[in-house]
């Protein structure tokens, strides 16, 4: 079975076709796509950065980053390609943000393929991507996403974490937002010690921000490429002692 109700490409269409491309990916299009732009900015993003948006859907907060970010500047990836056009045809163009971000700036792969990208990336965002992939998703992922990072990317993440006091196989509700997680379907939860492993073998740290007013309590995690991965790469590279 599929992790979740996103690989259902058809369904997906079908429901972009139906006008649904804002509910598609959770709704909320304001008050998140505001939330996600608001955190960015406030732990480092400038307009000269270039920021990859894991999971960008029909780009809900992709308005957000094209209106601040230079020219070119945001890229997406998304499973969907029905969203990415839905986004880019009905959100994009009509507020005039096609002419700042290029159409070959999105990227639709069911396998966190960033390659058709050359430049590499200072920021990176999963908004509600996370919370709908197993564990072994996730570290694909960040592995695949590592190489593409510039010196000293970031690569912020949300996620559902689940109490410590409670066994992963247990229901967990979360509130505000009502929503009730699992350790074996999506919508999944996770310790933060599964992160921090999972980032750990994947050449990243992890470092766990938590609450930063998410209206369905998805907490945030902050990913840095592990130095000592960089030194090697260097030393690879010949640029290095």
């Known amino acids: 079975m599929p992790e979740n109700s996103y690989y259902d490409q058809n369904l997906v269409e079908h429901q972009v076709k139906s006008g649904q491309h804002r509910d598609v990916i959770g709704g909320m ?3 998140i796509g505001g939330l996600q732009f608001e955190f960015l900015v406030a732990h480092g993003l400038l307009p000269h950065h270039r920021l990859i948006d894991v999971g960008c859907g029909s780009l809900r907060g992709g308005v957000q980053f094209a209106r601040y970010l230079d020219h070119g500047n945001y890229y997406g990836i998304d499973l969907n390609q029905s969203l990415i056009d839905a986004g880019y045809e009905l959100e994009f163009k009509p507020a005039g943000l096609d002419s700042r971000v290029p159409r070959n700036n999105f990227h639709a792969t069911a396998d966190f393929d ?3 990208f050359e430049k590499p990336f200072d920021f990176a965002l999963a908004l509600s991507v996370f919370t709908h992939l197993t564990l072994n998703s996730i570290r694909i992922c960040l592995e695949r996403l590592a190489p593409s990072m510039a010196p000293g990317g970031i690569f912020f993440a949300t996620v ?4 410590p006091k409670l066994p992963t196989w247990k229901p967990a509700l979360h509130q505000p937002g009502g929503i009730t997680t699992y350790g074996d379907r999506d919508p ?3 310790r933060r010690e599964d992160l921090t492993y999972i980032a ?4 990243w740290t992890a470092e766990w921000i938590g609450q930063f ?3 369905r309590d998805q907490q945030m995690v902050c ?3 592990a130095e000592d991965l960089r030194r090697s790469e260097a030393v690879l590279r010949g640029e290095s002692d």
């Open 29 to 31: 299009w304001d008050e």
């Open 160 to 163: 559902f974490a689940l109490n």
């Open 223 to 225: 990913f840095r490429i």
């Open 114 to 116: 960033f390659s058709p």
């Open 188 to 190: 999944y939860h996770y």
């Open 213 to 215: 007013d998410h209206p």
């Open 200 to 203: 750990s073998v994947s050449g």
